[in-house]
Every structure is written in structure tokens, then in C-alpha cells.
């Protein structure tokens, strides 16, 4: 695992959780965490129950006990840490956005495909929202014809932690790092999980942004520039013709991480947040009248995705498990040589909306998502 903060975190303990709960095709053994800082890689390996730590990664990625390559670092450094690791034959598992800008994503999906032909490597990217019991379920849902054909997806991804002028700098206000703001940073998921709920591409977009705190003080004291958006709004048309609203700030005050998706169908809707996310809003148009309405269906029932392998029937699940379930099915993938999804050619057509709604931002005008 190369990276050892917040998604470092998150993705040990699903290496550590995973066949405690499920049956894997694989053992699975967390070896090397990689960092930069050899003393904080080291912490990061007693923290998370690594075998050994490192800061030579070329030393291992030449190593034959090493499988898969974990890239749960800041954007700029995706693509060359997927690339290399897929160049010496590694599975590749890649925090998103998976890159910076399209050009360096479609290069990645290039040698992930070219990779998979050399060696049998195989690719997914961590979007974790995916893998709710809720959301799998609400996707299976659409997938069968109960909402008729969709109209209409509303979005919004909602977060206060920049709030206040007195938040610090950090590396996710600047461009040449992270891509963009709000933007990559929240809208990504909400475009990946319009795109596995309903099975559409997006055609055309229509963005705005605005960056409300101009300057920060970092760590150290230093005012700094920001040069990424605070919140970012776009419209889209899907591939079928629905209309599609999306919202992302990171300075909405007293929401913490509001990622709320509504699909509108011809005969029926639903809705799934984060926040509650055990838990799936459904109305369908064919159920009597004088008892129609949102009813609320807590998925965490054996008859539910993943549930069965955890607790008995209404033990809620958390934001962790999510991980857990992504490693699961990716490691399944990996077993019977299939496609996981999301790969990176899926991070490829999130980066395409995100670059199309900034160049809108940008011109004000409508702009096509490039396929």
C-alpha cells in the first residue's frame, strides 16, 4: 500500500477485516506500506499491521511476493505509481479521481489494458459508495425495470470542513496536486454512482464554480493561494435523454458528509444517503393509491447485498464496510479473470465529465463529454 493517511486508514482495515466476514479466494496479506517519510512509513506499519514498511518503492515493486499495488496517495501522483506498478505486472487498486487531467487517465486505461494482456494484471478504482448494501441493491432495482426508464438523477455531495477562512491549507486547495476542488474531490462520486445506478453516459454538461476563500494559512504559517473551487454545480444530459442536477461544496455549514443521489423513473423513484446509509427511500407508481409514498427499506437483511455475511438482520453497517465489500469483489474478479468494475476505463468517463463541467465553468457554455 503506498500511502498511509485517511484512505490508508480505510483500505488496512479492509485488508485486515476481509476474511474475518467473507470466504476469499485468496489469503490476504498486508506485507509493505510505502511512504515517502521512512519514520511515519514505519508508524503507519505497526498502526495497520503491516509486515514491513518502505521508501524504496522500485525494491518493491521488483519483488515476487507482491500481488497488488495499492495507490491511496494524492492525485498528482496516480497515474506514474499505477503505470509503474502495472509495467512490472502488479494488480493495481487506485484512490479516485484516478489522475489530474483525461489525457493521463486514458494513458492509464492504455497499460491497464496492455498489462492485462502481459500479465493477466487487473485494475479497479476505490469507489466505495458502490459497495452499500443499499446502493448495490438500488442499482439492482433499475436494473430490473422498477423505475421505468429514468428521467431525471439529482445529486449533491455536501461538506462544512472548509467552512471557515480559518480552515487550514492543505494539499487539496491546490491544482497542481489534487486537479481541482470540490469538484474531483466530491462530484467524482457522484458521477461514478450515477453512472453504476442507472447504467448511462453523460452527454453534454453545464458547469459553475466559485472559490470563496481566496487564501489560506498553512501548517507553518504561510498564507497560501487556493486555486481550486470551493463548491462546484453542474447540469448534465444523459445518454437517454434525463436530466441530471449535481452539487458539490465543501462549505456548507453543519453538513459533514451529506452525499445524498435521487433517481426519477417513469413509474417510480428512490433515494439513498450517505448519512443514512443503511437505509434506501423507495416509491414505485403501481402500489395502491390511497397508501402510496416513500417508504423507507433498511437493507440490512440477509436478503440484502453483503449483509448476510456480517451481523444478524437490522445491525447497521458503517462507512468502513464499504472497503471491505470493494476488496471482496475485487479479489472475486481476480479469481474467475473477469472485469471489475469500476476499472480504469470507469475512471476514465468520470474524468471526462469532471474536465467537460470545468471547461464549461470555464466559457460559460455548454460543453460535450468527450467518449
Not at 494484471?121 to 452499500?132: L, P, Q
Not at 489534487?178 to 453545464?206: K, P, Q, W, Y
Request: some cysteine; proline content about 4%; hydrophobic content about 40%.
Amino acid at each position: 500500500m503506498i500511502g498511509h493517511a485517511f484512505m490508508g486508514r480505510a483500505h488496512s482495515n479492509a485488508y485486515r477485516q476481509a476474511g474475518h466476514f467473507f470466504d476469499l479466494p485468496f489469503e490476504v496479506v498486508p506485507q509493505v506500506v510505502v511512504g515517502r517519510d521512512p519514520k511515519r512509513a514505519e508508524a503507519a506499519r505497526q498502526k495497520f499491521g503491516f509486515v514491513e514498511s518502505s521508501a524504496d518503492l522500485e525494491a518493491v515493486l521488483a519483488r515476487d511476493d507482491i500481488d497488488l499495488i495499492d495507490i491511496a496517495t494524492p492525485n498528482d501522483t496516480h497515474t506514474e505509481l499505477a503505470i509503474a506498478a502495472l509495467n512490472a505486472g502488479k494488480h493495481v487498486m487506485c484512490e479516485k479521481p484516478i489522475a489530474l487531467d483525461l489525457k493521463s487517465a486514458k494513458a492509464m486505461s492504455r497499460v491497464a489494458h496492455s498489462a492485462q494482456k502481459k500479465h493477466g494484471a487487473r485494475v479497479g478504482v476505490w469507489h466505495n459508495y458502490r459497495r452499500s448494501p443499499a446502493t448495490t441493491l438500488a442499482q439492482k432495482i433499475i436494473a430490473r425495470g422498477d423505475l421505468g426508464k429514468i428521467r431525471q438523477v439529482r445529486a449533491v455531495y455536501l461538506q462544512d470542513w472548509l467552512s471557515s477562512k480559518d480552515a487550514p491549507w492543505s494539499w487539496r486547495n491546490q491544482a497542481s496536486i489534487c486537479g481541482s476542488g470540490a469538484h474531483g474531490d466530491l462530484n467524482a462520486h457522484l458521477i461514478d454512482m450515477t453512472r453504476f445506478l442507472t447504467g448511462l453516459e453523460f452527454d453534454e454538461v453545464c458547469g459553475m464554480q466559485e472559490t470563496f476563500i481566496k487564501r489560506r494559512v498553512d501548517s507553518n504559517g504561510k498564507r497560501r493561494a487556493v486555486d481550486v473551487d470551493d463548491a462546484f454545480c453542474f447540469l448534465a444530459r444523459l445518454s437517454n435523454g434525463a436530466l441530471g442536477t449535481f452539487e458539490a461544496t465543501r462549505t456548507a455549514p453543519g453538513r459533514k458528509n451529506h452525499n445524498q443521489i435521487e433517481v426519477h423513473g417513469e413509474t417510480g423513484s428512490l433515494r439513498w444517503n450517505l448519512e443514512r446509509m443503511n437505509e434506501l427511500d423507495v416509491f414505485l407508481s403501481d402500489e395502491p393509491g390511497d397508501t402510496q409514498g416513500f417508504r423507507t427499506v433498511l437493507c440490512n437483511d440477509d436478503c440484502h447485498p453483503y449483509a448476510p455475511n456480517w451481523w444478524p438482520d437490522g445491525h447497521h453497517l458503517g462507512y468502513e464496510h464499504t472497503f471491505v465489500h470493494t476488496l471482496v469483489d475485487f479479489l472475486t474478479a481476480l479469481s474467475k479473470k473477469k472485469r471489475f468494475r469500476p476499472d480504469f476505463e470507469d475512471g476514465v468517463a468520470v474524468q471526462a465529465v469532471l474536465e467537460a463541467s470545468m471547461k464549461s465553468a470555464g466559457t460559460g457554455r455548454s460543453t460535450k463529454v468527450a467518449r
